[in-house]
């Protein structure tokens, strides 16, 4: 398959190896992907905050950019839950709100073709077993969007139980917010740091030395909590898991997660 990679915002900027992990891990499984260099925001920050008028240039821009290759790749793949959500919630309801019935219809095409990593693995591709390898017992943390929104389910669970070396283990209430929420963590500190205090208890209790997850934010705020408390588990996106062999093993190293693939 050819498939057209979307970086997302906080990917590029503060994780661009989750990027890389998303590349070698469909290259390895036989597929081309291509990278539309004029790619910038789904516009998540505005329509979550209700800004449908601000965000529709952003729109605009997102499907000026996929929409035109639409023939071209079998689909558009996305290593964020919240980014998927938003291009396959929200894109629409942006052009309704604005009355352009035209850009409705381009970015419901758009959506058609978008899948988040799990989804693009399990329901498109038909694969569990991607041939990783990880010896590290890992808790697993379903973000908000992907479960939701996206209602991801199990996906990225038998992905990580297929890894060979792995151990998964259970995380304590793990459908509870990280308390991230995009602007939510800005507007609303206090609760978020209560909520994110909870959960990096929880990765704790749960054993595991990786938390793992689908959203480069959430870890970022998990990870950013369990960094300044001193705590041993370190966060680590589900797309450097099954990019991880025993010949290119996953190698830690200092990033905004906490620790990335080289």
Request: aromatic share 6%; charged share 25%.
């Amino acid at each position: 398959m050819r498939i057209s990679l979307m970086t997302t915002c906080l990917v590029d900027v503060m994780a661009p190896d989750v990027a890389r992990a998303t590349v070698t891990l469909l290259e390895r499984l036989g597929h081309e992907v291509v990278f539309d260099k004029r790619q910038t925001c789904c516009g998540q920050m505005h329509t979550n905050s209700g800004y449908y008028t601000e965000a529709a240039p952003v729109v605009r821009q997102f499907v000026d950019t996929f929409e035109p290759a639409l023939d071209r790749v079998d689909a558009i793949v996305m290593p964020s839950g919240s980014c998927t959500g938003c291009v396959r919630d929200q894109h629409e309801l942006v052009a309704r709100h604005e009355g352009d019935t035209r850009l409705e219809r381009r970015a419901a095409a758009v959506a058609a073709k978008t899948y988040e990593l799990s989804e693009l693995l399990v329901d498109v591709l038909k694969v569990t077993d991607v041939g990783a390898y990880f010896p590290h017992s890992v808790t697993y943390h379903p973000t908000c969007h992907s479960m939701r929104f996206l209602k991801v389910g199990p996906r990225p669970l038998k992905l990580l139980r297929a890894v060979e070396g792995i151990e998964v283990k259970n995380l304590p209430e793990s459908d509870t917010c990280c308390g991230f929420g995009g602007t939510f963590s800005v507007k609303n500190d206090a609760t978020s740091d209560a909520m994110v205090t909870d959960k990096a208890a929880n990765v704790v209790a749960s054993g595991a030395e990786y938390v793992v997850a689908g959203d480069a934010s959430c870890l970022m705020n998990i990870g950013g909590k369990l960094r300044r408390t001193g705590a041993a588990p370190r966060s680590i996106h589900l797309a450097q898991i099954l990019a991880s062999t025993k010949e290119d093993p996953f190698v830690p190293s200092e990033t905004i997660l906490g620790r990335a693939s080289k």
